[in-house]
C-alpha cells in the first residue's frame, strides 16, 4: 500500500523538496492534493507532473488559469482560503505534509487532526500559536504529529525506543544564522539582502529571516515545549554554527544522544513521511574522515533580543506566543519590503507583547482574536 500524501504549500521550499523524495520513491508514496498561495504555473507543472486528486490554489485571481491547465486531466481545482480546510479533510489520503508558512497553516491542519490525518509537521507556527489545543486534539484523535523542522526531527530520532525514560532536557542547536557574532551596530545596517543569505541551509524568505533574527530558535523552543511535552527550563539552545548536530535529548542518567547528519531538509521530510521505517537514498554523507571540528557557544541573547522575547512569551504561556507570532509576521513581512530596519523587528514584537492582553488559558476563538489583534497593533506602527 503507497502512502497518500497530501502536500500543503507544495510550492514553497519545504513542498518542493518533499516532492523530489517522494519522486524518487514512486512505490511507497502517492500525492494526492496539492495546494499552493498564488504560485500557478509552480502548482500547474506540479499538478501534471504528480497527478493528484485535487489541488488547491488560495489567491482566487488565479483559479481561472489553473483550472484551464488543468481541463484536460482528472485532477480537481478548488480556490481560497475555505478550500484549504475542506480539502484537509477528504478521505483520499492518509498524511498531511504541513508546509503552508506562518499562522495561514493552523486552520487546515487543525481541520487535518479531527479528520485523523497523520501529520507531518513543518510548519512550526501551529504549534507556537495554538500548540495546547492542537496537541489535544491530536491525542483525542489518536493522530501522530511527526516534526519535519530539522532541531524537532532530531529530537523525535533520538526518543525512538525511549518511551518509558523520563527526558532531563533537549538541546537545541541552532546555528547563529548570517550574523553569527555581530552587534547591533552591524545589524542596524542590514538588508534583507544580506538576512536571506543563511550560510547553511537554503530556505523560504519568512524562515530565513527569523534564522536571522534568531526568532526562529525561540519559535523552536515553544514548538518543542507542544511536541514533547517540556517545561520551559527543559529546553536549552546552543548555537553550533558547523549544522552536523540537529539537536539533543540529555536523559536522567546524564547521558546525551545526538542526531547527526548535513544540512539537507530532504532527510527529515523523508523521515517523517516514511516513519518509521528509515528508506535509502543518495543524499551525500557527513564524512568524519574530512571536517571533523563542531564547534559549540552559547547564544548571544543581549544582541539577538528575539530569543529572549521567545523564552519570556514560552514562560508566560497563554494566548503569549500567538502574539509574538502575529507580531513577528508582521515584522518580517515589514523587512522584507523594506519598511523596517532588521533592529525594529524586535522591537514591534515586544511592543505588541506589552500591548495585547494575556489571557491564561484562551479559546481557539481567542487565539484568531490574539493574532488579528496583535497584526493590527504591529501593522499600525510601521504603517503597513
Ligand atoms: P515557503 O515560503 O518557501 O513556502 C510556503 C508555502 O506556503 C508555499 O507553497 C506558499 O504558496 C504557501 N503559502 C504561503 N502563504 C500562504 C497562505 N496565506 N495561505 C496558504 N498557503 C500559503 O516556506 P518554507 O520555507 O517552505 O516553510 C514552510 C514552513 O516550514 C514554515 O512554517 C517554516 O518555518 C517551516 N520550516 C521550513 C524549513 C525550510 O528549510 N524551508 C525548515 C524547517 C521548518
Ligand atoms: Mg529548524
New binding site residues.
Partial sequence: MKKRIGI????????T?ALEVIAENPDRFEVEIL?????ENLLIQQAKKFNPNAVVI?NEAKYPVVKEALAGTDVKVFAG?KA?EEVATFDTYDMMLA????F??LKSTLKAVEAGKVIAL????TLVVAGDIVMQKAVEKRVPIIP???EHSAIFQCLVGETRNKIEKVILTASGGPFLGKKPNFLVNVKKEHALQHPN???????SV?SATLM?KG?EMIEAKWLFNLNPDQIQVVVHPQSIIHSMVQFEDGSIKAQMGLPD?KLPIQYALAFPQRIPNKFPRYDLSRAASLHFEQPDIKTFRNLALAVEALKRGGNMPCIMNAANEIAVYGFLRNRIGFLDMTELVERAMDKIKHIAQPTLEEYFESDAEARNFAASLINL
Avoid at 35 to 39: D, G, I, K, P, V
Fill in positions: 500543503f504549500g507544495s510550492t514553497g521550499s519545504i513542498g523538496q495546494t499552493a498561495y498564488s504560485n488560495v482560503e484549504l508546509a503552508i508558512v506562518g495561514a497553516g513543518a510548519n512550526k507556527e519535519v523542522d530539522s541551509w537554503n530556505m523560504g524568505a519568512k524562515i527569523d526562529n519559535l531538509m
